[in-house]
């Protein structure tokens, strides 16, 4: 790699939304209602409510993601708080983001940007969101509208945050908006639309003035799934299921979309979707959002092996699958940034685990030539978890949804400054020592 590499950015993760909350989403909706069967859809039928107030907070947070010895902060441009009304920009919400980026700048924190983080306003919801393919000029329009008041504070946009997982959620397992189940064609429609206003999107910014001189990409979820035995009984009847969650899960898919410009969804019932852009789509960098792996049981229950670390998901640490994700996703040939990576635990016993598990697998691909420009650790304080509400503690801060908004380190300090400061001569030095390709 040239001298010229950028520096490697470390820094920490948000959703503005999940740290502030917002009126009239299709998440703030989502939030009031109920199941089929009665319950709350959201866990403890709490509601995200104003969160960690990042919104008004910001100044104070983003100087203590700085403490961390970071140089940058992934966050979103929540969509309702740009265009609360179609057509109508709030000039309030404009001023405010301006605001948290010139405070990033002075903390000397590299901003990048997602514009959007599973939210939107609830008057795109009801005109069927993407699901229909008419309404992708809107999005489009939006991008439109927050490069031309940021571009010049905004270096690296992210269009969408794991598509795959929004559709997922949404239109098959139906934790997310709007909670549909088993809507295999939906979720693959969902999925192609969200693609195809990436590829617009990033023709309407690079077309703008500036446009050239920001990066432009999309966020991945990888995931592997894996049967928890090997038994011929897990072969026969477990296997099956996790290679049709790996494949719902969308990897593949979006490989095959960014490399030739042709979508295929092919689920198990009624759910082709098929579209090709006739050209290969624009992508400047890939992001790729890993946690940990999943093993799933006869019961589909997911477990851990003996001496593996499960934080408070159902998920355990599994250092190989950091390496193979940013292996598998530099295919596309464009750099990769690990835009999320963590590990919920209430303790912060398992944090010092976590980066000893995750850090050598990125150096280790730096050092065989995979051009990795960055960390992101999710997320910076503890925050409304989806469908999880509250429950789930993935900050490094620990807060309560109570008035007070304190806020307070959880674990080792000193073990987290020193693991994030290392990275910065860490991954320097794998740089200069990686293999040629």
């Known amino acids: 790699m040239s001298t010229s590499t950028p520096p490697f950015l470390v820094g920490t993760a948000i959703s503005v939304y999940q740290n502030s909350g917002g009126t009239d989403t299709n998440w703030s909706e989502f939030e009031l209602k109920r199941t089929g069967n009665g319950k709350p859809t959201i866990k403890g039928g709490v509601t995200c409510g104003k969160g960690a107030n990042f919104w008004e907070l910001y100044e104070e947070d983003i100087e203590r993601a700085a403490s961390l010895k970071l140089n940058s902060f992934r966050l979103s441009i929540e969509w309702n708080r740009i ?74 946009w992210a269009t969408f945050n794991e598509p795959g997982v929004m559709g997922f959620c949404g239109w098959i397992y139906g934790t997310f908006p709007p909670a549909k189940t088993i809507q295999w064609a939906t979720a693959g429609r969902h999925m192609c639309n969200m693609l195809r206003a990436h590829t617009a999107a990033y023709q309407a910014i690079k077309a703008m003035p500036g446009g050239q001189d920001v990066q432009v990409g999309l966020v991945h979820n990888y995931m592997n799934y894996e049967p928890y035995t090997n038994t011929w009984a897990a072969k026969w009847y477990l296997q099956p299921v996790c290679n049709t969650l790996q494949y719902i899960w969308g990897t593949d898919i979006l490989l095959k979309y960014f490399q030739t ?103 280790r691909a730096i050092k065989e030539g995979i051009d990795v420009r960055g960390m992101f650790y999710w997320t910076l304080i503890d925050n409304f978890e989806w469908a999880e509400g509250y429950d789930i503690r993935f900050g490094l801060y620990e807060w309560n949804p ?36």
């Open 261 to 363: 410009g042709k979508f295929l969804w092919q689920a198990p019932v009624g759910g082709r979707v098929e579209f090709d852009e006739g050209s290969k789509p624009g992508l400047d960098f890939i992001g790729m959002n890993y946690y940990g792996r999943v093993r799933i049981d006869w019961k589909f229950a997911t477990l851990c092996k003996p001496g593996e670390t499960m934080g408070d998901m159902p998920f355990a640490l599994y250092g190989p699958d950091m390496y193979q994700g940013v292996k598998t996703l530099s295919s596309l040939q464009v750099p990769v940034y690990v835009t999320e990576t963590g590990i919920p635990d209430r303790t912060g016993d398992k944090r010092k685990k976590f980066f000893e598990t995750y850090i050598p697998q990125i150096e």
């Open 83 to 156: 265009e609360p009304k179609r057509g109508i920009v709030d000039e309030a919400g404009i001023a405010r983001y301006h605001q948290i980026f010139d405070c990033l700048h002075r903390h000397k924190l590299e901003p990048m940007v997602t514009l959007h983080h599973f939210v939107h306003p609830n008057w795109f919801e009801n005109l069927g969101g993407f699901t229909k393919e008419a309404n992708i000029p809107i999005f489009v329009e939006f991008a439109r509208t927050a490069f031309r008041h940021f571009g010049s504070k905004v270096k690296l």
């Open 402 to 437: 109570d008035s007070t908004q304190k806020r307070m380190f959880r674990g080792d300090f000193d073990m987290a400054v020193k693991a994030f400061s290392s990275m910065h001569t860490l991954m320097a030095n794998a740089v200069k020592a990686r293999k040629p390709t």
